[in-house]
């Protein structure tokens, strides 16, 4: 099978053009550069669309060569995004602020008095130390903030009995003894201040200004 490049009618050879540098083949940008091209094989021609990078040969199929091996693509503002995202930083943040405002106005108001979750490592116990959080970031202290569920560690008897199920025949069915299921209720009520605090993201609270301001 050969390659024929069209843009000065030479041979191309490991996916390169005889005429190397001179062709102006590599010259091209690999970001979003496509060639025309036509591949011969049984004394047919099909002509198509080669990527400029690889030069892999894709048919009819331009946006394919275009993509092939493009690294960053035009984003609707002007700028430029990575291959795998759909628009650039700048762009992914507003969107991302415009659905978390969509959210907000969408949640329930409700009074609530904390704890609540500032940022994926911070945790705040008070609405006092939540703004002193957004005033040390030099943030603007929003009006409403999501709220906060919490899940307690504790296990379920069944649950406990269906895992242990798992590791054994169908016909095998745990029983459940008065003592284990003290058991776990036990475990339950000694780990009831032992869980997480979780974004609400129905609920949310009006936050206000530091009691002591």
């Known amino acids: 099978m050969l390659t024929t490049c069209l843009k000065c009618g030479n041979p191309m050879v490991d996916g390169k053009c005889v005429q190397g540098p001179r062709c102006g083949f590599e010259d091209r940008p690999s970001e979003t550069a496509a060639v025309r091209c036509k591949i011969v094989a049984e004394d047919q021609e099909y002509p ?3 990527c400029t990078k690889c030069h892999r040969y894709w048919g009819n199929d331009e946006a394919m060569a275009r993509y092939c091996c ?9 700028g430029r995004y990575v291959k795998g995202h759909s628009m650039c930083d700048s762009c992914e943040a507003a969107d991302r602020e415009k659905r978390e405002g969509e959210a907000l106005a969408a949640a329930e108001l409700i009074d609530f008095d904390g704890p609540f979750l500032y940022d994926e490592e911070r945790f705040c116990e008070t609405k006092d130390e939540l703004i002193e959080c957004y005033e040390a970031d030099g943030v603007d202290v929003p009006e409403f903030v999501f709220t906060t569920t919490y899940e307690p560690l504790a296990l379920d008897a069944k649950d406990v009995a269906n895992q242990a199920e798992k590791e054994h025949h169908d016909e095998c069915e745990a029983e459940l003894p008065d003592a284990f ?16 605090h979780w974004e609400d993201r129905k609920h949310k609270t009006r936050l206000g200004k530091r009691s002591n301001a």
């Open 70 to 78: 493009a690294t960053h693509f035009p984003c609707k503002c002007g």
């Open 181 to 196: 299921v003290e058991g776990i209720k036990a475990f339950n009520e000694a780990n009831a201040n032992n869980g997480t």
């Open 48 to 50: 198509g669309w080669a």
